[in-house]
């Protein structure tokens, strides 16, 4: 239901018909589209009921796409998180205080796993992000520690541990 009210409201209403024959096409296009949304959308928007809606829209697609609920193709996942991502982060508190609809632990555990569907290149670049973010907001941006701890594992241990076993064996 979010993602086609989001549709709507960005990019112009359907009608019922088409919706559902085009439900999975919708799924990808919009996606593209709303990531693909750049400074112009911050330059123009001076109203922060705009903000508002574009940063609890991001939020609600990192859960759908967390959650498996919308599968768009890995670069939109990437564009998504490159686009919308540190704005999210930039408005955390805010969002957490001043949105009753706001929930930090769903949204977290959102990013974080539209984090991990990326590859390992790309989830480098935005944990680093995160991580110099955390570093200077503390406990005002996303808490996405264990996502960061999966990610090291990945990264570092375990292709360490594979040299080592492959060594034991020779």
């Known amino acids: 239901m979010t993602l086609t009210w989001a549709t709507r409201v960005c990019f112009g209403r359907m009608t019922r018909r ?5 439900e999975l096409h919708l799924a990808a ?12 959308v ?9 903000i508002i809606v574009l940063r609890t829209t991001s939020a609600r697609l990192f859960v759908g796409i967390g959650r498996g609920e919308v599968l768009p193709h890995k670069d939109t996942r990437h564009l998504l998180l490159k686009t919308w991502l540190q704005p999210l982060i930039d ?7 001043g949105c009753k609809s706001f929930d930090p632990k769903i949204v977290d555990e959102g990013i974080g796993r ?15 992000g995160w991580l110099s973010s955390f570093l200077k907001a503390g406990d005002n941006c996303p808490n996405l520690q264990k996502v960061f701890e999966v990610w090291w594992r990945r990264t570092f241990v375990r292709p360490h541990n594979e040299q080592s076993n492959s060594q034991s064996l020779d």
Not at 18 to 22: A, D, L
Not at 29 to 40: I, V
Not at 42 to 50: A, D, P, Q
């Open 114 to 128: 539209t984090i991990l569907t990326l590859p390992l290149e790309d989830q480098h670049i935005i944990m680093l």
């Open 42 to 50: 911050f330059l123009e928007s001076t109203c922060s009921i705009f």
């Open 18 to 22: 088409n919706e559902r024959e085009n």
């Open 29 to 40: 296009n919009p996606l593209r589209r709303f990531g693909s949304l750049t400074t112009r």
């Open 91 to 97: 408005d955390y508190t805010w969002l957490q205080h």
